[in-house]
């Protein structure tokens, strides 16, 4: 499939900010803002949430057998179950059916035309059943209203969860009105409503066959669950007397007691609600009494009469499910309750929602899984870039499925399978990745920054001049594609391991430590020299070795390799492992010598304690995460064991800080140290809302995602604008912010080091 | 069944904006009664002493479900955490008389009020045992917020009453 070019995907992206952005950006927003409120709320959160991870990967690994446990379960009940290869499959089977069924009790409505009535479904909308049903002659309605609205505005869903969630109520009635031309043109969403909820109900009565979707499947019992606040899912399975529910095979769990954490957690993470209004539970046929709209005088016929003349099909759909079982990556993408959150609690998705970041199908974090699972991966490179990484998301799952990491692997797969450019030899003398020809340009750039940022450093302040010179602005931006409006880093001549040698190193440090503590602190302290610490923004770097040396911890700034999360950024995962195992290497000496490793960025810090479980051998990784701290939850942990916070710089009190945590930072619980030192050294922090700055390392640097990066940044710079005091913990996160706020940003480890004046 | 579980049952339901009655057996009928708008359909309640008003059709036709404005039906168990109510599928129509009409009026006996949604489960998996496989939990009131505000009363009912029988 041809990609967009650069400047198509900035045109889509303006478009959808302009159009989608603010409808979308209330609903998942406030959806994400009651989420949280909701798993606050929930005391054993945490256990639920991995009792449903482990439900599912139990259930997942016992997929062939559940299959044929619910297979005799829903036999025995009387239904039929199918298993579809793929789409054609499953649409033939569902035709088929509602034809039959046609034949065999004539058409239920006015006309010649068999018709269906559906409830939501992602699945469905998988294997494009309403087209393929229009195609067999058959017509269908869909009856949740959200979805209702898409299909008479021949439009696509743009959230998993609420389908039309980029449609604005007055956008809604313009198109009711036009289509429906009522006496009094429809004003309000109660109208709305109303008007929708009458004609829907002729429609499902009318209906030879209800199909659904199911939240799940109790393989043993046969039992479908769907879960729904508007009561169509309820009144497609039992209006008609056939029901045909389909579902991906990934949806089957063993028992009805495992269904219960799936209850108690989907519509908190959905929606923020402690339950859904309906959790329905069919084991089909039920006892329920058929209904005869046709008919209506007739006494309905009750009993094992009724249950006779009900039909019951499961469509169990693979495409494509059975191998991504097999796929160490994508395994994980199959635990997903399809509930959303990682959507709502996503900054770039807040601004362009589903029809920016969303493949054929599935839209929002987890939809890159989905998309190169069941689609294939040309459809998940379409938005794959559009997850920086900053895993938020990780928190919101609630199965815990590693969201980041699954659009990092799926970005290299992408990045492999791209033709080599006859440009490939221009970056690649300046990098030594692992990777192979083929890779973006851009991409390749940013995953070796280390690299650039030394020869950059090298030959500092020229290259600064260089680089802001507008023909080598063009340059840039035609062959990396950085965007001339950001602002780049201006790199320093002397890096921070310089300045440290040329100070005398680590005797030097020494020295300074003994004098500067009155209590005993036995540690020793290894400052990981990040890229930008090292050769950007070193007075942070400068700033951490005098807070710890204050506090009487003895410093070593040693040249060390890369972390790997410049690569990992950019989906080279080879190249990520590499320099994972040259940094451990690297630091052996010093885990062994019980130092401890202090690190300014969050997200080297995050690498480290996330990503490298991954590329690590587990006891190095473990080593290395439990041995490994950010700058100031290290000088909190100081602090709390007795140094004396006065040898630091100290507000008044109440002097007021607006503090930007990282988003990754945030993932890792480690915001609270931050504000707990400022508080303890006399500073009145307040932090900051808003998800994520939008900048995330390369990402606002990119030229088609510039205009998005600066949207998300200017919902966090609205709530700091006035700010006296700013500070932020992220590199892009400060850069962002002084982007957009015309002022310094430092980190807050500056404003605590000794000699700094507010 | 403790008190405090009732009265976890009567605030959930008010957050839900779900009525409320707690009253012996004898005096269901009156109550309800004064509750329902008519015409009403409902299932027979299994409940000793407990009946519904005599103008309630209890057989309904598709017809009478149609033209009903209110739904009375007994329901398995209620949990009181989230003031949920299950609704069986049953022979005498207890799901479809519970969704069709505007107002659906819930019947459940004290004893049936369990507190979480644990114990709901627990009631489920004897009840999956013994049979009764179908079963809906209903939460409050339909709603969706589709159309670019929240409405209730879209495809189900738009009010909702419980019924607690004290005495039973
Ligand atoms: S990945 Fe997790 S958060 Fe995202 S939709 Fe699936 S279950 Fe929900």
């Avoid at chain 1, 930072?665 to 140290?673: I, K, M, N």
Wanted: hydrophobic share 35%.
């Amino acid at each position: 499939m041809a990609q967009r070019t650069r400047s198509q995907q900035a045109d889509r992206i303006r478009h959808l900010l302009e159009t989608e952005g603010d409808a979308v950006h209330a609903n998942a927003s406030s959806f994400d803002t009651q989420r949280e409120a909701a798993y606050s709320a929930t005391d054993d959160l945490e256990a639920l949430r991995t009792e449903a991870r482990s439900i599912k990967e139990d259930a997942i690994d016992r997929l062939p057998e559940l299959l044929e446990t619910a297979r005799e379960a829903v036999e025995a009940n009387g239904g039929t179950v199918y298993v579809a290869d793929d789409a054609a499959d499953a649409n033939a089977y569902v035709a088929d059916v509602v034809h039959t069924e046609s034949e065999e009790h004539g058409i239920t409505g006015d006309d010649d035309t068999p018709s269906v009535v559906k409830s939501k479904s992602m699945t469905t909308e998988e294997i494009d059943l309403n087209e393929a049903l229009a195609a067999a002659g058959i017509d269908i309605t869909e009856t949740d209203l959200g979805e209702w609205v898409l299909q008479v505005a021949d439009d696509t869903p743009s959230h998993i969860v609420g389908p039309a969630m980029h449609l604005e109520r007055a956008e809604i009635a313009e198109l009711f009105n036009e289509r429906f031309d009522p006496d009094e043109p429809f004003e309000t969403a109660e109208e709305l409503t109303q008007f929708a909820r009458d004609y829907l109900a002729d429609h499902i009565q009318e209906a030879d066959v209800g199909i659904t979707g199911a939240n799940f499947v109790v393989a043993d019992s046969g039992t479908i669950t769907l879960v729904t606040n508007e009561g169509n899912a309820r009144k497609c399975a039992v209006t008609p007397d056939t029901h045909v529910a389909i579902a991906g095979v990934e949806k089957l769990i063993p028992t009805l007691s495992d269904l219960e954490p799936f209850v108690d957690l989907i519509a908190k993470s959905a929606t923020g609600q402690s339950i859904a209004q309906y959790v329905t539970m069919l084991s089909p046929p039920t006892d329920s009494p058929t209904l005869s709209f046709d008919d209506p005088e007739e006494p309905t016929t009750t009993g094992d009469e009724a249950k006779a003349d009900r039909d019951f099909h499961l469509v169990l759909l693979d495409n494509g499910r059975m191998d991504m079982r097999e796929d160490d990556q994508l395994r994980e993408t199959l635990y997903c309750i399809r509930c959303g959150a990682c959507s709502n609690s996503c900054a770039n998705f807040q601004s362009v929602g589903g029809h920016g970041f969303g493949g054929e199908t599935y839209s929002g974090g987890i939809a890159t899984g989905w998309e190169a699972g069941v689609h294939g991966q040309e459809s998940a490179a379409e938005f794959n870039d559009l997850c920086t990484g900053c895993s938020r998301c990780v928190d919101a799952c609630p199965v815990k499925i590693d969201i980041p990491w699954i659009n990092t692997v799926v970005r290299d797969r992408i990045n492999r399978s791209e033709d080599p450019a006859a440009t490939d030899f221009l970056v690649d003398g300046l990098t030594p990745d692992m990777e192979e020809g083929g890779l973006d340009l851009g991409k390749r750039f940013f995953g070796n920054i280390g690299t650039a940022a030394k020869a950059a450093s090298a030959t500092a302040p020229v290259s600064n001049w260089l680089a802001d010179a507008d023909p080598v602005r063009g340059l840039l931006e035609r062959t990396l594609g950085i965007d001339r409006r950001r602002d780049l880093p201006a790199f320093q001549r002397e890096s921070l391991v310089d300045w440290f040698e040329k100070r005398g190193g680590a005797a030097a440090s020494s020295r300074r430590a003994s004098r500067g503590a009155d209590v005993d602190i036995d540690r020793e302290v290894v400052l990981y020299p990040d890229v930008y610490t090292n050769y950007v923004d070193v007075d942070r770097g400068k700033a951490a070795v005098r807070t710890l040396e204050a506090l009487g911890v003895p410093v070593q700034v040693p040249d060390l390799p890369e972390s790997g999360r410049a690569a990992l950024s950019q989906g080279m995962v080879a190249t990520a492992d590499r320099q994972a195992s040259r940094l451990f290497a690297s630091l052996a000496e010093d885990l062994d010598a019980d130092r401890d490793v202090v690190v300014v960025e969050p997200s080297d810090l995050a690498a480290m304690h996330r990503e490298y479980e991954r590329l690590l051998p587990e006891r190095s990784f473990e080593r290395l995460r439990d041995r490994s701290y950010e700058i100031c939850e290290f000088v909190y942990g100081l602090l709390e064991n007795g140094a004396d916070p006065s040898a630091l710089s100290n507000g008044n009190g109440a002097e007021p800080v607006t503090y930007h945590s990282h988003c990754q930072q945030r993932t890792l619980d480690l915001e609270a140290p931050t504000v707990a030192v400022l508080e303890r050294c006399g500073y009145a922090p307040e932090t900051t809302s808003a998800e994520c700055c939008g900048m995330a390392g390369s990402f606002g640097y990119k030229r088609e995602y510039y205009e998005l990066s600066v949207d998300v940044g200017e919902r966090l710079a609205e709530q700091i604008d006035g700010a006296k005091t700013v500070v932020a913990s992220g590199t892009s996160c400060g850069d962002q912010l002084e982007g957009l706020l015309e002022r310094d940003v430092p980190h807050p480890i500056e404003l605590l080091a000794p000699g700094y004046r507010v | 069944m403790t008190v405090d579980t009732i009265g976890r049952f009567e605030r959930a339901l008010e957050g839900l904006e779900v009525g409320f009655e707690r009253v012996p057996a004898a005096d269901a009928s009156e109550r309800i009664e004064t509750i329902v708008e008519e015409p009403a359909v409902g299932a027979p309640l299994p409940f000793e002493g407990a009946t519904l008003p005599e103008s309630v059709t209890t057989t309904p036709t598709t017809a009478d479900l149609e033209r009903a404005r209110t739904g009375i039906t007994p329901v398995g168990f209620a949990i009181a955490e989230y003031g949920t109510v299950a609704i069986e599928s049953t022979a005498d129509g207890a799901e479809p008389i519970s969704l069709y009409p505007d107002r659906h009026v819930a019947v459940v006996a004290e004893s049936d009020v369990v507190p979480n949604l644990s114990a709901g489960f627990d009631r489920l998996e004897s009840q999956f045992e013994r049979g009764r496989d179908s079963v809906v939990f209903a939460t409050g009131r339909s709603a969706t917020a589709d159309m670019g505000d929240l409405v209730h009363g879209v495809h189900g009912p738009g009010a909702v009453d419980v019924i607690v029988l004290e005495d039973r």
